[in-house]
Every structure is written in structure tokens, then in C-alpha cells.
């Protein structure tokens, strides 16, 4: 029986009973979300290059970096670990839909639940209420927040 971390990881992100690979709308994604992320960073290709060399046992230049990034190249399971590393991210996070990291730690009820108040909002003050966290809030005018000046002064 082979150690995890010993047993090859240069497969292609595809389901594992299957020899298809991963869609290409989820792989444009992952790779749109990598270069998003090393863009933010302020990491270029070079730079991230030169840190994957860290996490992997191969030779990693700019070229082969670009390569993966723009598709021309398959991106391995093992690539996208060495990338999430890089990032300070878990895989998790760079196959996660953009907008919905909030979602990581949500049981399946929870997001149910916030996905029904998103469609019908006019139900948020009565939940808010059967919560203890009574109506929202109301945002004050400015005539309001004037009038509280001059009461100051």
C-alpha cells in the first residue's frame, strides 16, 4: 500500500473514476482564479516560479507558468497544490466559485436559508426578529443627524 504523499499526484484535475478531463469552464476558472491571485499579490510569473520549485520536484520557469495559466498546457493536481501553497490558499479556495468564499464554512441548511432571503428579502425582519436580532436598523437622514448636532451644542 503506497503513502499518500508518495503515490504519484500527476494526474489531471478529472474525476477519478473517469478519464475526462475537468470542464473547461471550471478549468478557465481555476486558472482565471490563479492569475487573479498572483496579480493581487503583486507576484509575477517569474517570482512564482521561482516558489514552486519549493513544492514540487520540478524545474519551473516564467514560461512554463504562463503556459499553464493560459490553458496551453494541462494544470496537474499537483501544480494546483504547489500554486495553492504559493497563494496561502487551500485548493478548496482556488476551485471555489468566485463570491461565494463566505459559503466555505455554511452547512447546506444554513445556505438554503440565505439563498431564500436573497429571493424573497421581505421575510429578513421577520427571521431577524424570531433570532432576538429585532428589525434592521433604519439609517438615520440627515436632517436627523443634524438635529442631534444642534441639540449637542
Do not use: C
Not at 478549468?27 to 513544492?55: M, N
Not at 499553464?68 to 504559493?86: H, K, S
Amino acid at each position: 500500500m503506497h503513502n499518500l504523499n508518495q503515490a504519484p499526484l500527476h494526474t489531471s484535475l478529472a474525476s477519478p473514476d473517469t478519464d475526462m478531463e475537468m470542464p473547461p469552464d471550471v478549468s478557465q476558472r481555476v486558472r482565471a482564479r490563479v492569475r487573479d491571485e498572483l496579480l493581487h499579490r503583486k507576484i509575477s510569473q517569474r517570482v512564482a516560479a521561482e516558489r514552486l520549485e519549493q513544492y514540487t520536484s520540478e524545474t519551473w520557469t516564467q514560461s512554463k507558468v504562463q503556459k499553464i495559466l493560459t490553458g496551453q498546457v494541462q494544470l496537474m493536481v499537483e501544480e494546483l497544490a504547489a500554486f495553492a501553497r504559493v497563494l496561502d490558499l487551500s485548493l478548496a479556495d482556488l476551485m471555489r466559485e468566485p463570491g461565494r468564499e463566505f459559503v466555505a464554512d455554511l452547512t447546506p441548511s444554513e445556505l438554503k436559508l440565505i439563498e431564500a432571503v436573497r429571493d424573497k428579502p421581505r421575510i429578513l425582519p421577520a427571521l431577524l426578529e424570531i433570532v432576538g436580532g429585532g428589525p434592521e436598523p433604519r439609517k438615520p437622514s440627515r436632517r436627523t443627524i443634524h438635529e442631534r448636532m444642534r441639540r449637542k451644542e
